[in-house]
């Protein structure tokens, strides 16, 4: 079982930047595919964004793209979020995730955008 701890969160101006980081642990042998998903209050979770281990198929949710990058160093086991341009849209707790069918999850990060 793969475990998975965020780092990076905090509080943020309106068009200011983050960078969200999301450390693997446990099996991360067995990792096909790595994202960020969001969940802002009272509302359902929402896909940021994805990418494989081998570093290729990257995936953005229409609300992300062009502001949000997502990467990986595979050599520490740890893939990043950059986030520019925040909005207070944005501000939301965000989870990494792991697996072909996102099997593991972190425990999530609090991102706040103030206006």
């Known amino acids: 079982q793969v475990q998975l701890v965020e780092s990076g969160g905090g509080l943020v101006q309106a068009g200011g930047s983050l960078r969200l980081s999301c450390a693997a642990s446990?099996?991360?042998?067995?990792?096909?595919?790595m994202g960020w998903f969001r969940q802002a209050p009272g509302k359902e979770r929402e896909f940021v964004a994805s990418?494989?281990?081998?570093?290729?198929?990257?995936n953005y949710g229409d609300s992300v793209k062009g502001r949000f990058t997502i990467s990986r160093d595979i050599s520490k086991n740890l893939w990043y979020l950059q986030m520019n341009s925040l909005k207070p849209e944005d501000t939301a707790v965000y989870y990494c995730?792991?697996?072909?069918?996102?099997?593991?999850w972190g425990q999530g990060t609090q991102v706040t955008v103030s206006s």
């Open positions: 995730a792991a697996g072909t069918f996102w099997d593991s």
């Open positions: 446990g099996g991360t042998f067995s990792i096909y595919r």
């Open positions: 990418i494989r281990w081998s570093g290729g198929d990257i």
